[in-house]
């Protein structure tokens, strides 16, 4: 077990590595003697013509086709973790769904103060509300026994509720011009899929068929495409004492897949900004994005974690001390892959916007990250005084970053 725990850790931060070396490899390209061949990359018309799209570029089969692929890993994760795993309980939720829901609102409600509510700008209230879970856990591998297992758990499970709620601002929020008889195909499909699954069907081809069928539903419908991925997941049955589980197989089948090739390749064809001098970071847009994740994820879940835990709503979790609480809360300022895909969505057809949105995610991102990862790394390595949940003022009387 301990072997496989090891396994894991490195699989881990290699990925987080993967995709920072990714971002990194596609500033340089679009800064540098290939911005033209990096640009081209992303305008390249490849494959089939799509019905109401006609035939799309590199860049929206990564977004739109293989994102989907992301989407579906994390629907998979999400039921898996909502009926077995870290969400399975009330009690293992509350915490959780406190902190993230704090960690979307005040981001958001920081960003459109920052922009003073411009309606050019105000549209993309939602990019510093997401959390890179990969980025962050590959910043946690790297700390190593810097940042206890305790840290990582809640971390994850904070990420798993932040990421339903950005399907869900994704959905609701981030689709036009719906078409109705699409999208009721879409509904049936999946309801069919879920109908497989109640017959017994436990073999994973029929589902993956679905799931291509759903995507060109959900694409022809308006409603943004990466949402099948979800959908399709929720179908999938879970399995209980009766074989195999379908949906773990799959999991664990594509899970690397994902970490060690899709997301780098999103991180790729998305970060590559045109970088201006510093004073590009205090244009509204960049600026209201930056504050948001580095203020808005810090303030808001860990004074919702102090405060579920200060009026007995929720515990602290175990050997964590609340400076290694607020260095992961720093962390889920992180915003990298679901923040980009926000922000190209936020801003279709305004590359100029576009653009200070990434510069805005790579830099909150970024700061998120090393003010997160110094702060762990200096945080003593034994918890203190575990029962003094009442008295967060530890924090800041010790020393400062």
């Not at 959905?171 to 109640?198: N, S």
């Not at 879970?238 to 949906?247: A, F, I, R, V």
């Amino acid at each position: 077990m301990a072997a496989t725990g090891d396994r894991q850790q490195r699989l881990e931060k290699w990925a987080g590595l993967a995709l920072i070396a990714a971002a990194a490899a596609a500033l340089i390209a679009a800064n540098g003697s290939l911005s033209d061949e990096y640009r081209h990359l992303l305008h390249w018309k490849v494959g089939p013509a799509l019905p109401r799209y006609g035939q799309f570029d590199f860049h929206h089969w990564v977004a739109d086709g293989m994102m989907a692929i992301f989407f579906l890993l994390v629907g998979l994760e999400v039921k898996r973790e909502w009926f077995e795993g870290r969400l399975s309980t009330p009690a293992e939720r509350r915490l959780p769904i406190i902190a993230a829901i704090a960690g979307m609102a005040l981001p958001a409600l920081i960003f459109l103060a920052v922009v003073r509510a411009d309606p050019a700008l105000a549209r993309g209230w939602a990019i510093p509300a997401a959390t890179d879970i990969a980025f962050a856990i590959g910043v946690l591998a790297i700390l190593g026994r810097h940042a206890p297992p305790s840290i990582k758990l809640l971390l994850v499970t904070i990420a798993i509720v932040d990421d339903i709620g950005a399907v869900l601002i994704i959905a609701l929020f981030y689709t036009q011009g719906l078409d109705a008889m699409a999208l009721a195909g879409a509904l049936a499909l999946a309801a069919a899929m879920i109908g497989l699954g109640r017959l017994g069907v436990r073999s994973l081809w029929p589902f993956l068929i679905g799931l291509a069928l759903l995507w060109l539903l959900v694409l022809a419908s308006g409603v943004h495409a990466t949402i099948a991925g979800v959908l399709a997941a929720l179908t999938i049955p879970l399995g209980h004492g009766d074989g195999p589980s379908p949906l773990k197989r799959l999991e664990h089948a594509i899970h690397p897949w994902v970490m060690f090739g899709v997301v780098p390749i999103f991180g790729f064809v998305s970060a590559g900004v045109v970088l201006g001098g510093i004073g590009e970071l205090a244009k509204p847009l960049p600026l209201a994005i930056l504050a948001g994740l580095f203020l808005g994820k810090q303030l808001g879940i860990f004074g919702a974690i102090w405060a579920a835990v200060r009026m007995g709503f929720a515990s602290r979790p175990q050997a964590t001390s609340w400076r290694q609480l607020y260095g992961a809360a720093i962390l889920c300022g992180i915003g990298f892959t679901m923040s980009l895909f926000i922000g190209a969505l936020a801003y279709p057809g305004d590359a100029v916007l576009a653009d200070q949105a990434k510069l805005g995610t790579l830099a909150g991102s970024l700061l998120s990250a090393l003010a997160g990862y110094v702060l762990l790394r200096l945080a003593p390595a034994s918890v203190q005084d575990q029962h003094d949940a009442d008295d967060a003022s530890e924090l800041f009387a010790a020393d400062q970053v």
